[in-house]
């Protein structure tokens, strides 16, 4: 449940809001929901903001007259400090939030996806006459029904996948240079493919049947 920041949130909305798509697929990897707070209504994230409020107190506060020189110097006295704040019991309700974990929201884990995440990044670009997309200084084709008209890029550190109504319709490697062109042979008209097959060393061919 997180606050309406730009990288969240792309456009803040009470019902439907536009999820950063990035962060979107960050969620749906791990099947998590994200439902952004309403706008101007502090009361929808109070848990969290108690929460922050008590490792200020508990911990922060503790640690504010300690040196240290390594972060893992730092992590291990923050962790002693966390066991010892998640075990102590509430005020008002029986247990602690340990217990509290333990009973509630321990048994609803999954165990984690096989595969980690691998971060994405989402880019809106669209097809040129040639039926290619610029992406980063390079090209690259899509099916040329599609040429001239909007789609989405969605760039991984390795591949680049066009979509097209929420349905991808390309799928490239990452060119190592400005000015490359990656084409693939399906996305082609049938009339461009009949030119491609007319190589350099075909004409060259031809032209000897005929004589000098």
């Given at each position: 449940?997180?606050?309406?920041?730009?990288?969240?949130?792309?456009?803040?909305?009470?019902?439907?809001?536009?999820?950063?798509?990035?962060?979107?697929?960050?969620?749906?990897?791990?099947?998590?929901?994200?439902?952004?707070?309403?706008?101007?209504?502090?009361?929808?994230?109070?848990?969290?903001?108690?929460?922050?409020?008590?490792?200020?107190?508990?911990?922060?506060?503790?640690?504010?007259?300690?040196?240290?020189?390594s972060?893992?110097?730092?992590?291990?006295?923050?962790?002693?400090l966390?066991?010892?704040?998640?075990?102590?019991?509430?005020?008002?309700l029986?247990?602690?939030?340990?217990?509290?974990?333990?009973?509630?929201?321990?048994?609803?884990?999954?165990?984690?996806?096989?595969?980690?995440?691998?971060?994405?990044?989402?880019?809106?670009?669209?097809?040129?006459i040639?039926?290619?997309?610029?992406?980063?200084?390079?090209?690259?084709?899509?099916?040329?029904?599609?040429?001239?008209?909007?789609?989405?890029?969605?760039?991984?550190?390795?591949t680049?996948?066009?979509?097209?109504?929420?349905?991808?319709?390309?799928?490239?490697?990452?060119?190592?240079?400005?000015?490359?062109?990656?084409?693939?042979?399906?996305?082609?008209?049938?009339?461009?493919?009949?030119?491609?097959?007319?190589?350099?060393?075909?004409?060259?061919?031809?032209?000897?049947?005929?004589?000098?």
């Open positions: 449940m997180p606050d309406n920041l730009r990288s969240a949130v792309s456009k803040a909305h009470r019902y439907e809001p536009d999820i950063n798509p990035s962060y979107r697929d960050l969620a749906e990897h791990y099947a998590v929901a994200v439902v952004p707070t309403r706008a101007r209504k502090p009361r929808d994230k109070a848990k969290a903001e108690v929460g922050v409020q008590v490792v200020e107190r508990w911990i922060l506060a503790a640690l504010r007259h300690r040196q240290f020189f972060l893992k110097e730092l992590n291990t006295a923050i962790v002693a966390l066991e010892r704040l998640n075990r102590r019991p509430f005020r008002k029986p247990g602690s939030r340990q217990s509290a974990f333990d009973i509630l929201d321990r048994p609803g884990l999954r165990p984690l996806p096989k595969q980690p995440y691998v971060y994405t990044e989402w880019k809106k670009a669209r097809a040129h040639h039926y290619h997309v610029e992406v980063n200084g390079s090209f690259y084709s899509v099916p040329s029904a599609l040429a001239q008209q909007s789609v989405e890029v969605r760039l991984t550190a390795r680049l996948e066009v979509l097209h109504g929420n349905r991808r319709v390309a799928s490239h490697v990452l060119l190592g240079r400005r000015g490359a062109f990656s084409t693939q042979r399906e996305h082609m008209p049938a009339a461009h493919q009949a030119h491609r097959e007319w190589t350099p060393q075909r004409l060259l061919d031809w032209g000897a049947r005929i004589g000098p």
